[in-house]
């Protein structure tokens, strides 16, 4: 029709480009029907990026005109402010059926079609099932939380206690060595309360390569406030200590978290739960 078709291409950046970039990745997937996510790198690894995107999504304060900040779980203010300045450059259609017409356009210069449709049809079952075939083993949300990774009302004096507090189960369960663990640590030292990412919710992390053995996951709730700095903003309650093995394993829980921590009712309840089956009730809405 004449129109030429522009899809953003886009780069995460955060901390450390692993948990955080990933929660942002996924509900950015949800919120545009068609982008290009092209990489998600760290600050330290965007500070030496040499490929041409169209914007920076981040959750850092970054000295670029593309760059657009945002929380980490996204406010309907993010969503807006996205929305008004990405969508812009898009023109909104189907990719996957614009690809399966350049096919057929290309059949017919050497071929003759008997039936077009049918002919449209096989060549999309083989892009369906191509794309399923690739996809990989990603854990459930449930398949992390689970019993034996759910711990309410514990103590702890300060940040790095309740951290460890938080991910020291993954490490009596062989799942992270303690290497990963005191990485965890070290991140926040370095970078701050980054991993603060919903009121009164906390995701600390680390690299697969800092100790991880297998994909895993806690959530910890505490009796008292854990001050990750002075501001109001940074008290937590929650603690969800994740360990990813590689980066894509765990991304499919990680969608299915940030849709419970979106709402506060949710966080309020776990907040609240007597016991382990109550807050499973709720993880167990969001789990597929």
Partial sequence: ????????????????????????????????DLIEIQDILSLKNFENYEKYYDFAITTVDLNQKQAIKVNPILTDLDK?????????????????????NKIINGVEKYATISNKEKLRE???????????KGKSYKATLRELL??????????ATNWEEAIRVSANPLKDLGYVKDSYIQAMIENVRKLGPYIVIAPKVAMPHARPEDGVNKVSMTLTTFKEEIYFSG????????????????????????????KMLSKK??????????????????????SR
Avoid: W
């Fill in 231 to 258: 501001k109001d903003q940074h008290k937590v309650k929650i603690l969800i200590s994740l360990a990813p093995k590689d980066n894509q394993t765990h991304i499919k829980a990680l969608a299915c978290l940030t």
């Fill in 265 to 286: 009712e949710n966080i309020d309840k776990i907040l609240n739960s007597k016991d382990k089956d109550e807050v499973l009730e709720v993880i167990n809405k969001y």
């Fill in 122 to 132: 096989e060549i999309k079952n083989i892009v369906i099932s191509s794309r399923e």
């Fill in 146 to 155: 689970n019993e034996d990774t759910i711990y309410l009302n514990q103590e």
């Fill in 80 to 100: 807006q402010n996205l929305l008004s300045q990405i969508s812009n450059t898009q023109s909104v259609f189907n990719f996957e059926q614009e690809f399966i």
């Fill in 1 to 32: 029709m004449g129109v030429e078709i522009k899809i953003p291409k886009i780069v995460i950046v955060c901390n450390s480009g692993m948990a955080t970039s990933q929660l942002l990745k996924n509900q950015i997937e949800q919120l545009f």
